[in-house]
């Protein structure tokens, strides 16, 4: 095999391991932030607790030097730095679920392949009070979404999924509903999903790995609710 077909096999898979290390990423991260949050006062468990979370941070860094490696761009570190950035510090206040009895107004149509990352966030969202339906690609979210005309408030979807993809579903259901709020998410930045000139800038875009935290402000911008 020539040597240039080679490097192009090996940056190829590099991005394929990054991307899906990043699914796994979110799923470690939203968990430990789940446990963190029952963990009272046990200040042995927390500390384990938090050593997983520096460990996920650091993994995250390596996962987006292999994207970085994939594209053969240089590795900007700042990036990185933003994602240590969202973990809340010792003794912050916990984010709580909406009250028994509030009024839940929003549906979110969850389209993801990883069914461990859908489920967590499903169970986020759940606990803030949304209303979730769930797909595993783009095929099966376009013939739910047929079922639920006029009810869907938010499609949060993958990019890169089998059957049907997130930025084609996106495409077909706007031609049903044009004013569809979108929240796109991927383990890849957002200008290689989105390299049209100018465009980037105006899409909702949620980079995995990513927190509960993070999860929950994106969606609540998505849907034109201030900061």
């Known amino acids: 095999m020539p040597r240039t077909k080679r490097l192009e096999e090996a940056t190829k898979t590099a991005g394929s391991v990054a991307h899906e290390l990043n699914n796994l990423l979110?799923?470690?991260?939203i968990n430990t932030e789940f446990l963190l949050a029952s963990a009272d006062n046990d200040a042995t468990r927390i500390e384990e607790l938090r050593e997983i979370q520096r460990a996920a941070h650091r993994a995250s860094t390596l996962a987006r030097r292999l994207l970085a490696a994939s594209r053969l761009e240089p590795f900007d570190p700042s990036i990185?730095?933003?994602?240590?950035?969202?973990?809340?510090?010792?003794?912050?206040?916990?984010?709580?679920?909406?009250?028994?009895?509030?009024?839940?107004?929003?549906?979110?149509?969850?389209?993801?392949?990883?069914?461990?990352?859908?489920?967590?966030?499903?169970?986020?969202?759940?606990?803030?009070?949304?209303?979730?339906?769930?797909?595993?690609?783009?095929?099966?979210?376009?013939?739910?979404?047929a079922g639920h005309v006029g009810e869907i408030d938010l499609v949060l979807t993958d990019v890169d999924m089998p059957n049907l993809g997130g930025r084609g579903m996106v495409e077909e259901l706007k031609e049903l509903s044009p004013d569809l709020n979108v929240l796109f998410m991927s383990g890849h930045p957002k200008e290689k999903v989105f390299p049209e000139p100018g465009r980037a800038k105006k899409v909702p875009y949620l980079q995995k790995p990513f927190t509960a935290e993070t999860l929950c402000a994106e969606v609540r911008a998505a849907l034109g609710y201030a900061a």
């Open 80 to 145: 990185a730095a933003s994602t240590r950035k969202r973990t809340p510090p010792r003794g912050a206040a916990k984010a709580k679920p909406v009250p028994a009895g509030e009024r839940v107004t929003e549906t979110v149509l969850l389209v993801d392949d990883e069914p461990g990352l859908r489920g967590l966030v499903k169970r986020v969202l759940t606990q803030r009070g949304y209303r979730v339906l769930e797909a595993e690609d783009g095929a099966i979210a376009l013939r739910l979404a």
């Open 26 to 29: 979110t799923v470690i991260h």
